[in-house]
């Protein structure tokens, strides 16, 4: 977790508006021993995951972070059996998936 952390910090300092993780962890605790929703919970700035792993079908989910500030979680499944789409704004609510 110290590293994202870390690589979040570097991005936002570079003057990153947004963080996106692309993550592979899933909800179910791999054996890298952290699930996606407990690193967010555990981090801040990261404002939108979209996950893997778990091949869940996940519209929607939200995971509050260190800030208090619900973070949206999404998968598509597998076998592309779905496509999934993030759409930014600069307003708040952000993001919209």
Same mark, same amino acid.
């Given at each position: =977790?110290?590293?994202?952390?870390? #690589?979040? !910090?570097? #991005? &936002?300092? +570079?003057?990153? $508006?947004?963080?996106?993780?692309?993550?592979? =962890?899933?909800?179910? +605790?791999? %054996?890298?021993?952290? %699930? %996606?929703?407990?690193?967010? #919970?555990? *981090?801040?700035? /990261? $404002?939108?995951?979209?996950?893997?792993?778990?091949?869940? /079908? /996940?519209? &929607? $989910?939200?995971? *509050?972070?260190? !800030?208090? +500030?619900?973070?949206? @979680?999404?998968?598509?499944? *597998?076998?592309?059996?779905? @496509?999934? +789409?993030?759409?930014?704004? *600069?307003?708040?609510?952000?993001?919209?998936?």
């Amino acid at each position: =977790m110290q590293l994202v952390q870390a #690589a979040v !910090d570097e #991005a &936002r300092g +570079k003057g990153a $508006d947004y963080v996106v993780l692309l993550s592979h =962890m899933g909800e179910a +605790k791999p %054996s890298i021993g952290v %699930s %996606s929703h407990e690193l967010i #919970a555990a *981090t801040r700035g /990261i $404002d939108v995951v979209l996950d893997g792993h778990t091949h869940s /079908i /996940i519209e &929607r $989910d939200e995971v *509050t972070n260190l !800030d208090g +500030k619900k973070i949206p @979680v999404t998968q598509t499944g *597998t076998q592309f059996a779905y @496509v999934g +789409k993030l759409v930014t704004q *600069t307003q708040t609510p952000w993001p919209t998936i």
